[in-house]
């Protein structure tokens, strides 16, 4: 009988035991997967540039500061490494797309080109994307770092050594629409 | 007024959903076993086998085709990645939002704005919505819309209003079977001890009433995933606006045509009937629950 019971509760502390590393383990996995889900956008961003000023150069001519910007910063974000300074740079990619894209307005032909309206569209879906991903990644951190925080995961956490985890902190300024000037 | 949490709904959501999933079940249990004992002992076996082994192959069946059946039955197209460019956009990222694959996408061709979701797994599920909805909507209403589809997909409600709707069918097939077997030579053998003539009666009144009990608890699971949809969605894009606004829009639909059995996928009634036999909630107090988060 005294057998029995311990047999049994031997099994339902595996069990939890078991289930709590493989919640920590799934949640870890989730939040490096929109991690490099954020990578890919910010690869396609890259890759997407320099079509776009292929196909802006021929109209802006006396833009040349704005396309130098754009492709300063994409270089930049091309070198840029660690998550966090590749959102920066990627921040400051888009900021000099918008600028860009906010000059265009003054040229009817090329807002008439359909080449740049598709990657225009593209692009501001790519922005779109990020974003989505970000809010992922830092709903899984929460989730995660509630975990921890918490009976019963707090003491779990410490047995399989599982710490809390930072939330991507780019502020939203970075993202606001540049000043063009003209 | 007091602010809902979207995490605390979505946990109420589910917890009531499965309390409604179980009741299905225990009247189907209910309804086999009656009629079994109305039927009589020596084919209470038989019957049982024969039962399960149908039931079984038409919850398989229905289990890995139903979003074929829904997209087959209101006559989609897979939606183009070149011609539908801002649909598949959204889509993607909202599946970065949520973390659910992105979904195949269809259209079907109708002028109201509607749209809905299937499959029994995020893995397998389809969205298709209304050509109406594609031209009628902003950009930012139609992200509304599928972020509530995406949460139905996400919430695992379409393979659950793929089960209840399963079940529910399979009641009413017993149920008919039954009640047309009394027509020929029904009241053979055992029909003159007490017993199996009171069998008899009460499986003749579970069998008309069952299929109709059961299917105002599905109609009323429906409208409870909507809430909980709306929530996942307003989670998904963190602001109401967008749903809320389409769903204003939607309010001026006119009435479509299609098949009972896809109804509840939609993300608003297709057809306009009393609220007890809605598959949506009324748009008004969606509205209001929205315009509260």
Redesign the interface.
């Known amino acids: 009988m005294v057998l029995w019971v311990i047999i049994i509760v031997v099994i339902v502390l595996a069990i939890v035991f078991f289930a709590y590393y493989n919640r920590f383990a799934r949640l870890s996995q ?1 939040i490096d ?2 991690l490099s ?1 954020i990578g890919v ?1 910010l690869k396609k961003r890259v890759d997407l540039v320099p079509n776009l000023i292929s196909s802006v150069k021929g109209y802006m001519k006396h833009e040349s500061a704005a396309i130098k910007t754009v492709t300063d910063a994409r270089k930049a974000l091309v070198s840029a490494e660690g998550i966090e300074k590749k959102m920066r740079a990627g921040n400051k990619l888009q900021s000099a797309l918008k600028s860009i894209f906010a000059l265009a307005e003054n040229y009817p032909n090329l807002k008439a080109n359909e080449n740049f309206l ?1 990657l225009q ?2 692009l501001s ?1 790519i922005e ?2 990020v974003a ?2 970000r ?2 990644y830092n709903d899984g951190i929460m989730s995660y770092n509630i975990m921890t925080k918490t009976v019963p995961g707090m003491w779990f956490a410490s047995i399989y050594g599982f710490k809390e985890r930072e939330y991507l902190k780019i502020s939203e300024a970075e993202k606001a629409v540049p000043k063009v000037e003209f | 007024m007091e602010r809902v949490s979207f995490y605390d709904e979505i946990a109420r959501n589910k917890r009531n959903s499965f309390f409604l999933l179980t009741f299905v079940f225990i009247v189907l249990l209910l309804l086999t076993y009656v009629i079994g004992l109305a039927v009589g002992g020596d084919y209470f076996f038989i019957i049982l086998v024969f039962g399960t082994i149908i039931s079984i192959l038409y919850v398989v069946g229905g289990y890995y085709n139903s979003h074929k059946l829904a997209i087959a039955s209101v006559s989609g197209k897979l939606a183009d990645g070149s011609q539908y460019h801002q649909y598949h956009n959204i889509v993607e990222g909202l599946s970065l939002a949520s973390g659910v694959p992105k979904p195949k996408l269809y259209v079907m061709n109708n002028p109201q704005i509607n749209a809905f979701a299937s499959g029994r797994n995020p893995e397998n599920a389809v969205i298709c919505v209304t050509t109406g909805a594609l031209e009628n909507l902003s950009k930012q209403e139609l992200e509304g819309v599928l972020a509530h589809e995406m949460s139905h997909i996400a919430n695992y409600d379409i393979r659950f209003m793929t089960l209840t709707a399963i079940l529910v069918g399979m009641i009413s097939i017993i149920a008919q079977i039954f009640l047309r077997s009394l027509w020929y030579g029904g009241g053979r053998g055992s029909s003159n001890d007490k017993d199996g003539a009171i069998w008899m009666v009460v499986g003749i009144a579970l069998a008309i009433l069952a299929p109709i009990v059961v299917a105002l608890v599905q109609l009323a699971i429906s409208r409870k995933r909507e809430y909980a949809a709306d929530s996942s969605a307003v989670k998904f894009m963190r602001t109401p606006t967008g749903l809320i606004n389409a769903l204003k829009k939607i309010g001026g639909n006119k009435p479509m045509k299609v098949s009972g059995a896809v109804a509840p996928l939609f993300i608003a009634n297709p057809s306009k009937t009393k609220e007890l036999f809605m598959t949506h909630p009324p748009l008004e107090k969606r509205i209001a629950r929205l315009e509260r988060m």
């Open positions: 989730q997967n929109s889900q956008q598709q569209q593209e879906s779109d994307k989505y991903a809010q992922y």
